[in-house]
Nanobody
Framework: QVQLAESGGGLVQAGNSLRLSCKSS????????MGWFRQSPGKEREFVAS?????????VYADSVKGRFTISRDNAENTVYLQMNNLKPEDTAVYYC?????????????????WGQGTQVTVSS
């Protein structure tokens, strides 16, 4: 059974930073690509960032967060992070961690088969 637990959300002012963490359970937790998605009220869940299992740790980002967000992972700790800098009010959402079905970073929700419960991020103007 795979479980993902997000933490690190909160309320911040625009321009500030937050770092989200996602701890995975299970023996094979570190063998797959991981990703972050977010969902605002009334909107569909959207892709934020993904990181591969490959040695180069290749990453993919949504255009809306490029240059501001950084995804990283610590395989020894089965943890993936999302460093969010220069936050904007439009970044307000529930952020979800997810595990991919394979080792390569992708953007499609359909490629992610395990999901966490989410953590709320609120950015005030």
């Amino acid at each position: 059974q795979v479980q993902l637990a997000e933490s690190g959300g909160g309320l911040v002012q625009a321009g500030n930073s937050l770092r989200l963490s996602c701890k995975s359970s299970g023996r094979t937790a570190s063998r797959y690509a991981m990703g972050w998605f977010r969902q605002s009220p009334g909107k569909e869940r959207e892709f934020v960032a993904s990181i591969s299992l490959t040695i180069d740790g290749s990453t993919v980002y949504a255009d809306s967060v490029k240059g501001r967000f950084t995804i990283s992972r610590d395989n020894a700790e089965n943890t993936v992070y999302l460093q969010m800098n220069n936050l904007k009010p439009e970044d307000t959402a529930v952020y979800y961690c997810a595990r991919n079905r394979g080792p390569l970073a992708t953007e499609s929700k359909d490629d992610f088969i395990y999901w966490g419960q989410g953590t709320q991020v609120t950015v005030s103007s």
